[in-house]
């Protein structure tokens, strides 16, 4: 069965630090997701991205945050300085089409900022 | 979207059906109810969704009502595997994709 899969599985990175996380969405599908789960809490949305522009974005997906397609696999997620309270677990996405369709996660690339 | 309710945590014995209630009552025409669940901190898994009509796959069976204010999921046989948050979700769908709102949702126990 297809599957998102996310890379790393764990990071631990210094405050201030620039991260870059990696995701390959399942293989025919179009639209992509980032949503984060900090340790303990709900999982929330942070954005989607369709047609290699962001289409959704949540108030958490602030201007240290970035998004990109760099190429027809991959799917990365970008914080630029990171901030002690960016640790959490992040899950990646993926859908074929958006209407009636099912979003599929990955197993989450687990955050910790020291 | 609209807002789910859903019950804290819920008890079932291994090898009975597992009846998860939702209620969803200011849900709109074009919005479909979603059930995933997430096992300890694994990334959420989709169990099965629909708009009016009765589902079923190989996991599970929804049933929504006919004003479609409330749904059931059902797992037939839990076993303890079936253990994890289940999560009734609302969600609009548009053709720019639309997100997933997860709330808390119910935190089913299977006991041996």
């Known amino acids: 069965e297809p599957e998102v899969t996310q890379t790393p599985s764990h990071q631990v990175t210094q405050m201030g630090q620039e991260v870059i996380l990696r995701c390959v969405p399942i293989?025919?599908?179009?639209?992509f997701y980032w949503y984060r789960q900090i340790l303990g809490q709900k999982v929330e949305f942070l954005v989607s991205?369709?047609?290699?522009?962001?289409?959704?974005k949540s108030e958490i997906f602030d201007d240290q945050f970035s998004v990109e397609r760099p190429d027809g696999s991959n799917f990365t997620l970008k914080i630029r300085s990171t901030k002690l309270e960016d640790s959490a677990m992040y899950f990646c996405?993926?859908?074929?089409?958006?209407?009636?369709?099912?979003?599929?996660f990955g197993e989450g690339s687990w955050l910790t900022v020291v | 979207d609209a807002k789910t309710t859903q019950p804290p945590s819920m008890d079932c014995a291994e090898g009975r059906a597992a009846n998860l209630p939702c209620n969803h009552s200011?849900?709109?025409?074009?919005?479909?109810v979603y059930w995933y669940r997430q096992i300890h901190s694994q990334g959420p898994q989709y169990i099965i969704h629909?708009?009016?009509n009765n589902e079923t796959n190989e996991m599970a069976s929804l049933i929504i009502t006919e004003d479609r204010k409330s749904s059931t999921l059902i797992l037939p046989h839990a076993t303890l595997r079936d253990t994890a948050v289940y999560y009734c979700?609302?969600?609009?769908?548009?053709?720019?994709?639309?997100?997933?709102?997860f709330g808390e949702g119910t935190q089913l126990t299977v006991n041996p």
């Open positions: 996405a993926s859908s074929r089409t958006a209407i009636g369709n099912t979003i599929y």
């Open positions: 293989s025919n599908h179009l639209y």
């Open positions: 991205f369709y047609n290699n522009e962001i289409s959704e």
């Open positions: 200011t849900i709109s025409g074009n919005e479909y």
């Open positions: 629909g708009l009016k």
């Open positions: 979700i609302v969600r609009v769908a548009q053709t720019s994709g639309s997100r997933l709102t």
